[in-house]
Structures are given as C-alpha cells and as structure tokens.
C-alpha cells in the first residue's frame, strides 16, 4: 500500500468524521428549535364598551361608485347575519358562509359576557360630489360620518371612491375605524391608488415576489378589495370601538385587533406572500372563502381566535 493511498484513506475518514459532527450539531439545532415555542399573542378584553345587540350599518358613499360596486358590499353587510340556509338568497350550510365568519367575531361577544351583534342595514347617502373636495384629512372624515350617525346603537360606514385621496391612505393604511361616542369605519377604494396593498391579494404586491395575483370572486378588484378592508374593520370596530375593547399593544398607538392580528392570511397554509388553500369558482376561476346572500362570494380575513390564541381561517 503506497503512502499516496494512506493519506487519501486518512483524508476519507477525516471528511467523514467531520461531516457526522456537523450532522449531529444540525440535528441538536433543529431539535432545540423544535422545543422552542414563541410566546403566544393574547388579545385581551379591557373592560369597555362593545358594539352589542341589534347594529345599523349606515353607509356615505363618498364620490362616484357604480351599482354594482355599492351592490357587492351591501350585500357582504347583509350576509353577516344570513342564518336560514336553502333559500336562493341564503348560502346553504355546507359551504363556507360570510354569516359563519361573523360568528367568530360574535365569540368575542360571548366571552365577554355581551349581546351577540345583529348587523342591519341602514340609511345609504350619496355624496358623488365630494362636498369636502377630494382630498380629505382624517378629522374631515369623521365629520362625513357624522352625516350618517347611527347613534350609539348604530355605526356609519364611509367609503371613497378611487379619486379620493385621504390622509394617511397608502401611505399607513387601507382604513380605519374610529369615533367617541358614535363608532365609524373608513374605508377607500384603492383600485387607482395602491392596488398592490390594500387590494392584494387581487393585485401584484408593491413588495416581495411578484406572484400572479387571485381572481377577485366579484369581478371588481376596488370593490372586492375594499370588502377585505371593511371586514377587517368592522370586527376591529365590534370588539374595540372606542380603545377599551380587545387588543393588545398600547392602546391608542395602532393595538393588534382581531383581524389585524392575522393580516394576509385568508386560508389554510397562509404566509407573508401567500393567501393560503382557497376556494375557486369553477367558471371564473376567482378566488373566495365564503358565500353570502344571492350567490355572492368573498374572500375574508382571517380572525384571532380569543380561545385558542391562533388565528382561523374558514377554509
């Protein structure tokens, strides 16, 4: 056996005996990280008001919106509270429902020792001329909603159209809910102005891959996107209306509410990027997680569940 052969036999063994030690420091590493468990979210309830018991939803249309865009959300208002199923207006029960979504939004309720909310339409005003221009503050906001004032019973629901511009809008955020005594919820139509944040996952991302982006089950990328929006909010403004509800976080400094907390996940899977395993209808080929009133179907947010500490989805 030549002294060549001896060192490359030495060398072989060498190799191996260093590729078992990082092995086995790899496996020690994953194991360690599977035994780490990060702490777990908790929204708690801070002991104020809750929009309880029979809720009138009261929509401002803010500048020019077409029937079938006022059509799309009117009718997601309605489904929340859709119970009979079987009916041509009614979901059946099994599928996934806009009112079975609306159900983990009343468990917050529930825990709190509260009136589950009712959802009812209310009275609809038009302002296609922009009455305040089309540039609004976020205190020229609240003061359309005034115009729409449900009462402490009620809320009131604007929405702008694609040419307004509001403040903060893009920039921070894609809505908000908001009020003292009388609870409200803005929120755009971003199909003009950032499609890629507040209308994804119907639109390509301003960030991150450019994946092709879900068919919106209604056909209308605004609309269809400003329901994600208005869902999101009207469960914050539920079970937070007024800073002493469920969050967590610092109240008043943006706190994690009950949709928030689970932003960008809309089904099974969900990561930054990734809507997770959704419905697709057949014919369209659009994108969806529940069905609501006259066939309609939207894609919903997923909700933090206050049992559990995770976030559900319906799908």
């Not at 079975?100 to 709190?112: F, P």
């Not at 919903?300 to 976030?311: E, G, I, N, R, W």
């Amino acid at each position: 056996m030549s002294l060549g052969t001896i060192s490359v036999q030495k060398l072989s063994l060498l190799l191996l005996f260093l590729m078992i030690i990082q092995l086995s420091s790899l496996a020690h590493s994953r194991k360690l990280m599977s035994l780490y468990e990060p702490p777990k979210v908790s929204l708690k309830y801070h002991h104020g008001v809750l929009l309880e018991g029979d809720l009138a939803v009261s929509i401002l249309w803010y500048g020019k919106f077409t029937p079938a865009q006022k059509s799309i959300i009117s009718d997601f208002l309605v489904s929340l509270n859709a119970q009979k199923s079987g009916t041509d207006n009614v979901p059946s029960s099994n599928v996934p429902s806009v009112a079975k979504w609306w159900g983990m939004v009343q468990a917050y309720l529930r825990e709190a020792a509260k009136r589950e909310a009712r959802v009812t339409l209310g009275k609809q005003l038009m302002d296609e001329g922009c009455s305040m221009g089309r540039l609004l503050t976020r205190a020229q906001v609240a003061k359309l909603a005034q115009k729409v004032n449900s009462g402490p019973h009620g809320l009131a629901l604007v929405m702008t159209s694609d040419d307004v511009a509001v403040e903060d809008f893009c920039m921070g955020s894609c809505g908000f809910h908001g009020g003292d005594s009388a609870a409200f919820v803005w929120v755009g139509n971003s199909a003009t102005q950032c499609p890629g944040q507040c209308a994804w996952p119907f639109h390509q991302p301003i960030y991150g891959p450019q994946v092709e982006p879900l068919g919106a089950p209604n056909g209308n990328v605004g609309a269809d996107g400003m329901v994600i929006n208005v869902a999101s909010l009207l469960a914050g403004a539920v079970t937070n209306p007024f800073g002493g509800g469920y969050f967590v976080g610092e109240a008043g400094a943006l706190p994690l509410e009950a949709a928030s907390a689970c932003a960008g996940s809309y089904g099974k899977g969900a990561y930054p990027g990734y809507a997770g395993e959704l419905l697709k209808d057949p014919t369209t080929g659009a994108s969806y997680n529940a069905v609501g009133v006259n066939g309609r179907k939207y894609l919903l947010p997923a909700l933090f569940d206050p049992a559990t500490s995770q976030c559900t989805t319906l799908v």
